[in-house]
């Protein structure tokens, strides 16, 4: 099995900054690509960034610019940094790894999700 505990979520005011963090374990064989999604009150689960195994990035129109999304393989930790936030971007924040846990078929993972809040 799979495991993904995201952290780092909380309340914010507008322009300011949160870096989630989410911690993966479990019978791991080979990851294609990690990434941060987020649903909205209301909305669909939208992308916010993803990075994948060779170390390519891409992140969501709403967002392009204000975060980035890194890794450290050694604690098994894929980060997504915040910046300028705004109302808008209040939302569960779910982290995603997409991974083969034997040799023949990749599955997709999520965590449980983390709540930010961008509010005054």
């Known amino acids: 099995q799979v495991h993904l505990e995201e952290s780092g979520g909380g309340l914010v005011q507008p322009g300011g900054s949160l870096t989630l963090s989410c911690i993966t374990s479990g019978s791991i064989f080979r990851i294609v690509a990690m990434g941060w999604y987020r649903q909205g009150p209301g909305r669909q689960r939208e992308l916010v960034a993803t990075l994948t195994a060779g170390g390519s990035r891409n992140y969501g129109d709403s967002v392009r610019g204000r975060v980035t999304i890194s890794r450290d393989n050694a604690k098994s930790t894929v980060y997504l940094q915040m910046n300028s936030l705004k109302p808008e971007d209040t939302a569960v924040y779910y982290c995603?790894?997409?991974?083969?846990?034997?040799?023949?078929?990749?599955?997709?993972?999520w965590g449980q999700g983390t709540q930010v809040t961008v509010s005054s």
């Open positions: 995603n790894i997409r991974a083969y846990t034997n040799y023949t078929a990749w599955d997709d993972y």
